[in-house]
């Protein structure tokens, strides 16, 4: 009510700390919904997985991480097999793959490519965002999945430590495993390995 309040008011300087007062109010208040949803058992108990498009997944997180990722002028692309699927919960699985963009879109510099890429194994598949950033130092690759962690790069990002953790949990979830490794030439690779069903 806050932030449509403040878009009604006319352009002042007073409408502006409103505006970004709200919206400073609304990251905390999704961080606590995202933190209760890693507690008390909600992930197992709601994530059902069944035989789904690996495209459409990528069609539903992707949406989110448009607009800051126009801001800064990188480049989205999808490389996914025509067909691809997997078993896995869409619902919670975009929300993971969505915190891998996020993640990546925040990190990655500007005039620079983000990939979401996958590929079929004989009893999986592997979705990977790639990205063009700074990458992680070896030493921290552990502990990025670990709730509230912050790297030591990372300070002045916004954020609070939980997207990798909520992303990890709704993939084991489903019986399905998470995780990230610096590429060759700088940015970064993660990966969630899903049931080919």
Known sequence: AARMYAELLPPSAESAAIAQQAS???????????????????????????????????????PAVVPEAGRK???????????????????????????????????????????VAAQRYEAYIRLDVL??????????????WKRFYRGKTTRDASGVGIGLTLCR??????????????????GCRFSIFLPAG
């Open 24 to 62: 400073k109010l609304q990251f905390l208040l999704d961080a606590l919904v995202k933190l209760s949803r890693c507690e008390g058992g909600l992930i197992e108990e709601n994530v059902h997985p069944s035989m789904e498009s690996v495209k459409t997944l990528a069609a539903q997180a992707l």
């Open 73 to 115: 002028s990188i480049v989205l692309s999808v490389e996914i097999p025509e067909g691809l699927t997997a078993l896995f919960d869409l619902r919670w699985t975009a929300e993971a793959l969505g915190a891998l963009l996020d993640n990546s879109v925040k990190y990655a510099p500007e005039n620079s490519k983000i990939t």
């Open 131 to 144: 990205d063009e950033g700074p990458g992680i130092p070896e030493e921290e690759l552990p502990e990025i």
């Open 169 to 186: 949990m709704i993939v084991q979830a489903q019986n399905g495993r998470a995780l990230c490794e610096n590429r060759e030439g700088g």
